[in-house]
Nanobody
Framework: QVQLVESGGGLVQPGGSLRLSCAAS????????MGWYRQAPGKQRELVAA???????NYADSVKGRFTISRDNAKNTVYLQMNSLKPEDTAVYYC??????????????WGQGTQVTVSS
């Protein structure tokens, strides 16, 4: 199977920056796409940013111009650089990968989530 390990969350002041990392490991056959979702209390989980293996990216309108997603295919790792953070960015951020293992068809895998809190 595929495991995702996240790091980089924490507490930051408004206007500050954080960089999230997510590394995929396990019996990986291929990874089609990786991305970041977030879920704030009382809200639905929403896509923040995603990147395909070909390098195509998409972002939520609320983070365009502030967040940047990047991917190191050789390391099966995705990053999310978050700049100009706002209190409304406060949420649990989840890494996601659309991946196939050597023994199972393509499925979506999720990290455990990392808390990002933007507060003064």
């Amino acid at each position: 199977q595929v495991q995702l390990v996240e790091s980089g969350g924490g507490l930051v002041q408004p206007g500050g920056s954080l960089r999230l990392s997510c590394a995929a490991s396990g019996s990986i056959f291929s990874i089609n796409a990786m991305g970041w979702y977030r879920q704030a209390p009382g809200k639905q989980r929403e896509l923040v940013a995603a990147v395909t293996s070909a390098g195509n990216t998409n972002y939520a309108d609320s983070v365009k111009g502030r967040f940047t997603i990047s991917r190191d295919n050789a390391k099966n790792t995705v990053y999310l650089q978050m700049n100009s953070l706002k209190p409304e960015d406060t949420a649990v951020y989840y890494c996601n990968a659309a991946a196939s293992s050597v023994t199972y068809r393509e499925s979506h895998y999720w990290g455990q989530g990392t808390q990002v809190t933007v507060s003064s």
